[in-house]
């Protein structure tokens, strides 16, 4: 019976995995199509292939092209810092964006600019300072949530406390900054997460922790799987399970303040896609890993997409902030889960 379930988990997932893959290379395929300069699909992909040689086209796509890479890379990110968030605390309503982790990042982040403007030159340690905020945001969220009971509930509204107050915070310092002229791109960008102003060279910063955050996840499979069942699993089988939130606390909050110090704060990324990918693989983070990191990339993909899209559609309003289309999918998401949640 055991074999069976385990054969019939693993046909899941490949086919899963092919799924997801082909849904990826297609949205690719969209997002390197659609854009403001009203370029057809055709020149776009003439050009990729090399068919078609124009110098304006090709700036074109290859601002599409960096574009594409840094919303995917923001999906798997918060994706997979979601998914650890969740199992680190037994949470399904975890999410870097809920718990407060991007707001204290980017509060962080601010307060460093605001006091050195060259911080904003070295990306290493605008991601160093930002982690440090991630990690000092969910030990306030944690704390508080431990002295309110330490429930499910509990740790959601501390989260929501912690969320508000630094958002609140940050968007003041960034007000500031703005007034100053001291950020690369508007505020709101930052505050609400963006895209738009993410350059070529900016990547590399994105792709490092997706790797290291990646493949230590992967590692940690067996004790993550033994962790949702509780401490007295995980030391049975010889792991610690301080280590092991320790260890999975930090991968998260460094995947959150990455994405937060390039692309700004986008919510609610990490609450869904983890609850999609255990919808078709279940909880095993063999499973759940691989697939996380590519809904994620798909998910805030084409919500970036639909961002263009609006921008086309609707004359004079420019493009809205990514953060905005994935409050929007998320924040009804987040209420199904609290209804379901409070009725159990």
């Known amino acids: 019976m055991a074999i069976s379930l ?39 992909f003439l050009n990729i292939v090399g068919i078609e040689r124009d110098e304006y086209v090709s700036k074109i796509v290859s601002l599409r092209v960096v574009r594409t890479c840094a919303a995917m890379l923001t999906g798997s990110l918060l994706g997979l810092s979601g998914l650890l968030m969740q199992t680190v ?17 980017l509060t962080f982040e601010a307060i460093a600019i605001l006091l050195n ?3 904003l030159a070295s990306r290493y340690m605008l991601i160093a300072i930002a982690f440090i905020g ?12 431990r002295i309110a009971g330490g429930t499910t509930l509990a740790l959601v509204l501390a989260g929501i406390a912690v969320a508000s107050l630094f958002s609140g915070v940050s968007h003041i310092l960034l007000y500031i900054l703005n007034a100053l002229n001291r950020l690369p791109a508007p ?10 102003p993410v350059l070529g060279s900016e990547i590399i910063y994105l792709i490092i922790p997706l790797i290291v955050g990646f493949i230590v996840s992967l590692l940690l499979f067996k004790p993550l799987n033994l962790y949702i069942y509780g401490d007295s699993y995980v030391a049975q089988y010889g792991y610690k399970p301080s280590f092991v939130m320790s260890i999975t606390t930090v991968i998260a909050s460094l995947l959150t303040a990455s994405a937060t110090a390039i692309v700004g704060v986008v919510g609610f990324l990490g609450l869904a896609v983890p609850h999609i990918v255990r919808f078709f693989v279940g909880s095993d983070h063999r499973f759940t890993i691989p697939l996380t990191v590519i809904v994620g990339g798909i998910v805030a993909l084409l919500s970036d997409v639909c961002v263009r899209l609006v921008a086309i559609y609707v004359k004079g309003l420019g493009e809205l902030p990514l953060g905005i289309i994935t409050s929007i999918i998320g924040a009804p998401f987040l209420a199904y889960l609290i209804v379901v949640r409070v009725r159990r």
């Not at 605390?89 to 990042?105: E, F, K, M, Q, V």
């Not at 990690?135 to 704390?143: A, D, E, K, M, R």
């Not at 505020?187 to 738009?196: D, N, R």
């Open 89 to 105: 605390t037994r949470n399904p309503l975890a999410d870097p964006y809920i718990l407060g982790l991007a707001s204290t990042a």
């Open 117 to 119: 403007p060259s911080t």
């Open 187 to 196: 505020w709101y960008y930052l505050s609400m997460g963006s895209v738009v």
């Open 134 to 145: 991630a990690l000092t945001g969910y030990g306030i969220t944690y704390s508080l949530s």
């Open 6 to 44: 385990r054969r019939s988990t693993i046909k899941r997932f490949l086919i899963s995995i092919i799924f997801t893959s082909i849904l990826l290379f297609i949205s690719v395929l969209i997002s390197f199509s659609i854009g403001s300069s009203g370029l057809s699909p055709i020149k776009v």
